[in-house]
């Protein structure tokens, strides 16, 4: 990959210049590479995209496009006119092409994969065979590699032969039908007899990725592995290409992203996306949260005698809430991240789960003391601090339980825990702290 360098453009500048009929590149564009020119592009308006797409070395446009992020390249490439997008197409990599069509309609891609060349279509119908949550749609097939019953001479005299070949320290080597047998370094290559098979000189990989596997997973392996890169191979054991150190650190940036997003439940939106898909896009999860936040409130009618005749609980139910919502969401983060880096399992699942639910009633007893003082001191009512201290240390429990258990149920159900497990966990802290804090006040006060 390029050196990503930060782009530093006055981008106000660049738009007032697009409308100009004389208008021409200016000079900081001639160096950049396809990861700046993504950057620029995800700073403006669609129709400004549109209008300085013309200007993008030809060279450069398909890892451009390849470079934005997944909503934004797909809002640009449905205006895009496929005549601009055929020209992209034809002049990309495998993985390029991949992402291209993940974000156009199955008929466009279907006439777009007979553009390619024999051999690139291959490789992109080998792609587009996985999800796009699988290792072996994004692996790079543009690799070299050497038939294992091949005699040193002939693949050193190959190698002299093909440019693409030489920067490489080792080579994949397969047999006739194509199955992945390992690799052999160029070092050995060159120190060997010349009379030797290739097969004689190979070194398999401690670590090998399989195509189904998820890309999280794959870039889990390859960091492990202290390789750059590690091969990708389908089910039946024949090599597909490579995934590297660099796809999995662009996987995990990615990941990341994508959890800070969801914390606003806005996933990947493009900046400049239409105003009415933004606002449905937020109105589903605003909708969500509405129904969650009625669900609080009718509890809290429930209660509605007690809450008249002792006034201090109307005061002190949000602290319930709050340090439930709190003390879930720490255990739910913890949650979310060793499942995305594969550091909790079923081998540990029950270990961390005690260990959560200890953490959490240690400090349930340490701050229901503190809370159950102050509320003490402040409505010198010894029956509401006991409540509200009994309400603080059960509600932080629950909370601590759900964690960690929301985040492995919806993994299980094929829903992103990031996405879907605040929203939930919320709504479970609200509701049980609500009621066993009302329901508590209510059995003493009112019975």
Excluded: C
Excluded at 78 to 89: F, R
Excluded at 182 to 197: C, H, R
Excluded at 286 to 307: E, P, Q, W
Excluded at 382 to 405: C, F, H, K, R
């Amino acid at each position: 990959m390029n050196d990503n360098k930060v782009v530093n453009i006055d981008v106000n500048k660049l738009i007032q210049s697009l409308d100009e009929p004389d208008f021409t590149l200016p000079e900081e564009f001639l160096s950049f590479n396809s990861y700046q020119w993504a950057s620029v592009f995800e700073s403006l308006l669609n129709s400004q995209r549109l209008a300085l797409w013309k200007f993008v070395p030809v060279d450069l446009k398909s890892s451009l496009l390849s470079e934005m992020r997944e909503d934004a390249r797909g809002h640009f490439l449905s205006e895009l006119p496929q005549t601009k997008i055929e020209e992209a197409v034809v002049t990309g990599s495998n993985t390029e092409v991949v992402e291209i069509f993940d974000a156009l309609p199955e008929k466009t891609v279907v006439r777009l994969i007979k553009k390619l060349e024999p051999g690139s279509q291959s490789q992109v119908e080998t792609s587009l065979s996985y999800s796009n949550e699988q290792a072996g749609r994004y692996a790079n097939q543009e690799v070299y590699t050497v038939v294992s019953d091949a005699l040193v001479k002939d693949v050193l005299q190959e190698l002299k032969l093909a440019e693409h070949a030489q920067d490489s320290h080792s080579y994949v080597v397969v047999d006739s039908g194509g199955t992945y047998l390992g690799e052999v370094y160029i070092n050995e290559l060159l120190a060997s007899l010349k009379t030797k098979t290739i097969a004689e000189l190979v070194h398999v990989p401690d670590a090998i990725i399989t195509g189904k596997q998820t890309l999280l997973e794959a870039s889990n392996l390859v960091r492990g592995s202290q390789k750059s890169t590690l091969p990708v191979v389908d089910e039946h054991g024949r090599f597909i290409g490579t995934f590297s150190i660099q796809d999995a650190l662009d996987v995990f940036q990615e990941y990341y992203e994508g959890q800070m997003a969801h914390l606003g439940q806005v996933s990947d939106e493009d900046l400049y996306a239409p105003i009415l898909l933004s606002a449905r896009r937020r109105a589903i999860w605003l909708g969500i949260n509405l129904l969650t936040a009625f669900l609080a409130s009718a509890v809290i009618g429930l209660f509605d005698k007690v809450l008249i005749e002792v006034v201090a609980l109307a005061v002190l139910m949000p602290i319930v809430a709050s340090m439930g919502g709190i003390t879930g969401s720490q255990t739910l983060t913890l949650s979310i991240r060793g499942l995305a880096t594969g550091q909790l399992n079923s081998s540990n699942f029950n270990y961390l789960r005690r260990k959560e639910v200890i953490v959490a009633a240690v400090n349930g007893v340490v701050w229901a003391l503190v809370v159950g003082a102050i509320a003490y001191v402040w409505f010198e009512d010894e029956i509401v601090a006991l409540i509200l201290a009994a309400a603080l240390i059960i509600n932080m429990l629950v909370a601590s339980i759900s964690g960690i258990l929301i985040p492995k149920l919806l993994d299980r159900l094929g829903i992103d825990p990031a996405l879907a497990g605040s929203v939930i966990l919320t709504t479970i802290t609200d509701v049980v702290g609500f009621m066993i804090f009302l329901g508590g006040a209510t059995i003493i006060f009112l019975t």
